[in-house]
């Protein structure tokens, strides 16, 4: 299309400035950023200053600090010592022998230095507070406390005046390094914190100051190893002056450090080898002397590294004042050179301005002319009259074509901001050059809206829907189901939300590979899409499972055919390049039922009937009613009851005895091969207790299980380890049931060894009792924990055998000692011939793999004498004893059992 130009009315000159003026403003304006510059570059370097000399007086605090903690914590010892060895009864002159002072009036002296050091540290605070450590009336473990109290009560400001300093530091101009060197004062600070810990918690294990020897000592292996970290950290950082490396060095060769340290590390070896007593000496006068020698060396270590850590705190203050001191210099001379430099620089702009505006404005003027006469009289060879600078002239050449695009160009803008994509005006071309670009132009930029609406159209249905499937995801049918409800509690209709879990599905994952179950997926999807009502909304939660949201039906049966067409659907084998994929699916089914339901509750309601049609059997529909949902409450209710259980010791064991075939007589009495835990709970509000088959199933469908299997083995083995000192029962092992779910956990043989170290009882007295089912999972994991076992000296035993589907060829790959025989097959061994004649056989192959075999569930002589016949090595059942509480076990106990 040919495009005329219109000609334009004539249009009233405003007011305007002359070039010249312009062009002083606008040279002005690099003047004025260069003053900008200035003021910003001389406000940075004076803050940076202020910054530096801020770290210097925040690091000088922190020295006052750490002086003023370093004496509480001398005041401390000396006063400690002082109330014990007068409580002690010693004369004062007999430790000043030692000590070259009194520890009374070391205590005098270190209080005066102290007031002194609060006073410069300006702490009232601490002063009111070592009023009340300073009372004689308290006793020594309690003026300990208040002491240490105060020290936190120092240390805590201390460590923000760092943290203060380190953020100064980095405003400053050289930050890193002056940062760098305040993380070295803060590590000098935590050594001298350190060391005095390490000192008071020798002095606590020692004497009854605070917690038990045991845990004293526990906790100087802590201080020990982070003492010996700080100082190292201190050698190996770069920024540790001479001075603070000195100070370290001096530090680890002093002969009263390595005396003290020796000290140390002889009381952790007792600790380690079980030697330490279980409370402290109270201070005495023989318990002073008892310890003595250690303890004047800690005194004498601890005035040495006292005296060191604050020189080493001192020299990393020095290095920071320095750093801190370098930087305020450098930055108030950079001040200066700024100044110089936005000198020099204002007179060559001045210059180059005044130049400028000569060649420019001569030129301009005649553009300006030309320009006027343009508007009046459209022709444009005045234009290329303009002469001037280069770029003057081509502005004039410019406007022409300018003015002839003008019009063209706010019709195409009008269109594009409106979103006009296909308007006919963005296809015209106007003549010439410019005209070329500008089409260019609005060609890309249409082409860019273009992309860009398509690019939002695509992002909102990726928003919305399953990347894999197509169908919506889970915040949009979140979203849907719950427009849906409140649509159905408007309009008194019914909504059914159908929740579906495919079966099978991990087996084709697993077996096949994820582009087998990503077409696997993709395929459910459009069937059931095809399978719904029109207006049912299909949607994927994410792995296997699916939902569909059918509104408005007339009630569960409808729900029902909707499901039902789905499994039908499902039930048809899905092609696939390795051949044909059988999958089928559970589906659970949620009402609204009229009732006030937020999405995620009717969501769970279905969620919750999945399950229910899972534990029917595989392709199942089940609905989710106020019976599913009381369990539901139920299951919560027992849960917590049963965290407290065992939080609260409500469980106990019960033990029955196994014994010896060969011993059996005809009273029921025999020899004991064996006890088996049994647990039970106590349950408040119940009368008696609460067998393990009312609990034990439930808690194994969750962690739960692994945390009573634990309970489990740290009570029978404690027990075991109580009855080492009855002759009667102290070689006799305990079998301990094992979980399946506990199998599985990686830290199975750990949970195991644990409580078997913590009372140091002998691993041959302990058998794991593992079913028949729970090895059937992973039969080569349970192979390699149980010979991890064995290699301890634990003993494995199969339980249960013959419930499950392990064949006795599974036996000879397993590391077991024992096996007992299902209750099942012992039953029946005395009636049917078949049976005994089985049952001979698992004993034989048992025997042959070097095994022995318990038959349970012997409630009669005939069992027992049946099953011994037989080659069962032991027997077990109620004919022989019921499981007993331990203190029954014992008053019954002899050799035998009745």
Known sequence: MKYKRPRRPARRQGLRPPIGVVLLLVALIPLLGLASFTSSSIGDARAAGESAESAKALAREAVTLAELNASIFEELIWVVSSTGVEAAGVPADLIARFTDQAP?????????????????????????????????????????????????????????????????????????????????????????????????????????????????????IVLRSEVETTLAKLRSNPNSSQRVLDTVTRVESDPASTTFIASIDQLIDRRLLGETPLV???????????????????????????????????????????????????EQQRTERTYMFALSLLAAATFAGLVASLFVIRPLRRLQTAAEHLQHDNSPRLLRSVGGPSEVQAAGNALEEATLHFELVTRQAQALSAGELDAAALDE????????????????LRSALTQQEEFR????????????????????????????????????????????????????????????????????????????????????????????????????????????RMLDALSNPIEHSTGPISIGASIGIAMNDRRSLTADELLRDADLAVYRAKDHGRGAIAVCDEDLRKTLLDTADLTVALRNAIAKDELTLHYQPIVDSRTA??????????????????????????????????????????????????????????????????????????????????????NVAAPLAKYGVDPAKIIVEVTESAILHDLGAAAVKFQRLRDIGVRISIDDFGTGY???????????????IDRSFTA?????????????????????????????????HDDAAILASLGSDTLQGYYFARPMAPEDLVSRTTATVN
């Open 806 to 820: 392990t064949s006795l060829a599974h036996l000879r790959s397993l590391p077991i000692d024992e096996l007992k």
């Open 665 to 750: 007589e005809v009273d029921g009495t025999a020899e004991i091969h064996a006890f088996e835990a049994l647990v039970r709970w106590r349950l408040p509000g119940r009368d008696g207790l609460m067998p393990p088959d009312e609990f034990i199933g439930f808690a194994e469908r969750s962690s739960l299980i692994i945390d009573i299997d634990c309970w489990v083995l740290d009570k029978a083995i404690g027990q075991a380890a109580r009855w080492k000192s009855d002759p009667r029962l102290s070689g006799i092992p305990i079998a301990i049931n094992i979980s399946s779910r506990h199998l599985a956990n990686d830290n199975f043989v750990d």
């Open 457 to 564: 159209q695509r992002l909102a249905h990726e928003a919305t829907h399953d990347g894999l499937t197509g169908i919506a995801n889970r915040n949009s049918t979140v979203a849907h189901l719950a427009s849906s409800l409140a649509r159905t509690e408007r309009s008194g209709e019914q909504l059914a939300v159908l929740f579906i879990d495919l079966d099978k599905f991990k087996e084709v994952n697993d077996s096949l590979g994820h582009q087998a179950g990503d077409t696997v997926l993709s395929s459910v999807a459009q069937r059931l899409i095809r399978s719904v009502r029109e207006g049912d909304h299909v949607g994927r939660l994410g792995g296997d499972e699916f939902v569909v949201i059918a509104e408005a039906v007339s009630g569960i049966d409808e729900a029902f055919t909707i499901a039902q």
């Open 828 to 860: 029946n061994a005395g009636r049917s011939e078949q049976e005994a004649s089985l049952v001979k056989l698992i004993i034989d192959i048992a025997h042959l793999l070097g095994a022995t075999v318990t038959a349970e569930g012997i409630e009669t």
């Open 280 to 330: 402290g000496a109270p201070i005495t006068l023989e318990s002073l002397a008892a310890n003595l020698e250690p303890f004047l060396n800690a005194i004498e270590s601890l005035t040495i590294r006292s005296d060191l850590s604050l020189q080493m705190v001192n020299a990393a203050a020095d290095s920071v004042l320095d750093v801190a001191e370098a930087i305020r210099v450098a």
């Open 429 to 444: 071309v106007a003549p010439g050059g410019l005209g070329a670009a500008l089409q260019h132009a609005v060609g890309t």
């Open 104 to 220: 009374s009036e070391m205590a005098r002296s270190t209080q005066q230095r102290t007031n002194a050091l609060v006073a410069k540290a300006n702490r009232p605070d601490v002063h009111e507070a070592l009023i009340g450590a300073r009372d004689h009336a308290l006793s020594v473990p309690d003026r300990a406390v208040a002491y240490n109290k105060i020290i936190d009560s120092v240390q805590n400001p201390l460590e923000q005046l760092l943290d203060q300093a380190t953020s100064a530091a980095i405003a400053t101009g050289d930050g890193e390094l002056l940062a760098k060197n305040i993380e070295v004062l803060r590590a000098t600070d935590s050594f001298r914190a350190l060391a005095s810990q390490e000192f008071f918690t020798f002095f606590a294990a020692t004497f009854d100051m605070r917690g038990t020897p045991a845990e004293e000592a526990v906790h100087l």
